[in-house]
């Protein structure tokens, strides 16, 4: 039913569609650098560590805290952006550009890191918004092309990543700009 049908249903059921019309309305989904929503760090921080840190139940409190001042650290350096999608002052997830993620790989720079939707929201097509963001991202900071590193199969190919060569149990990906 699209929004015109929706008023017309009887009074009572035309007040609650019109709110739920005007609420769909004033959602604001956005793509901020974490630099303009600094509000946001700490929760990032503590999802970044939850789905990526080796042993995360071990020294949690005092390791996020170590996460978010190196975050503020890398935000000061030119090759390090954290983009992060916001909707109606929630949190749906984000997505970074790394000077450097590969130890194997050295000279590749530089890198699609962190790309992560929180559970809620997973399935609602989120990611691409994500991934289009830190592309045009990369694009604008000049660069030709950006690599990625990722043990998930089938995935970044629908956003136009490039195989390039397995290390171990990852693959190693580039899109180019």
């Known amino acids: 039913m699209n929004w015109q049908e929706k008023l017309n249903v009887n009074k009572n059921e035309k007040y609650i569609q019109d709110s739920k019309i005007v609420e769909e309305e004033n959602k604001m ?3 901020y650098n974490i630099l303009e929503k600094m509000e946001f760090l700490k929760e990032v921080a503590k ?7 080796d042993k995360p139940e071990e020294d949690k ?3 996020i805290k170590g996460k978010i001042e190196k975050i503020k650290i890398q935000l000061k350096g030119k090759d390090f952006c954290k983009l992060i999608l916001i909707d109606d002052d929630k949190l749906i997830g984000f997505i970074s550009i ?22 809620e929201y997973r399935g609602q097509g989120y990611s691409p918004i994500l991934n289009d963001a830190i ?3 990369a ?3 000049g660069y030709k092309e950006i690599y990625l ?17 397995k290390i171990s149990e990852e693959k190693i990906y580039k899109f180019e700009l």
């Not at 999802?47 to 840190?53: D, F, I, N, Q, R």
């Open 135 to 137: 592309l045009k991202e």
């Open 47 to 53: 999802l970044e560590y939850e789905e990526w840190a």
């Open 98 to 119: 790394f000077p450097q993620d590969c130890d194997e790989c050295p000279k590749l720079s530089p890198w699609y890191a962190t790309m992560y939707v929180k559970k």
């Open 61 to 63: 409190e005092a390791r």
């Open 149 to 165: 590193k990722t043990t998930l199969n089938d995935y970044y190919e629908k956003f136009g990543a490039i195989f390039v060569k």
């Open 29 to 31: 989904l956005k793509i």
């Open 139 to 141: 694009r604008k900071r």
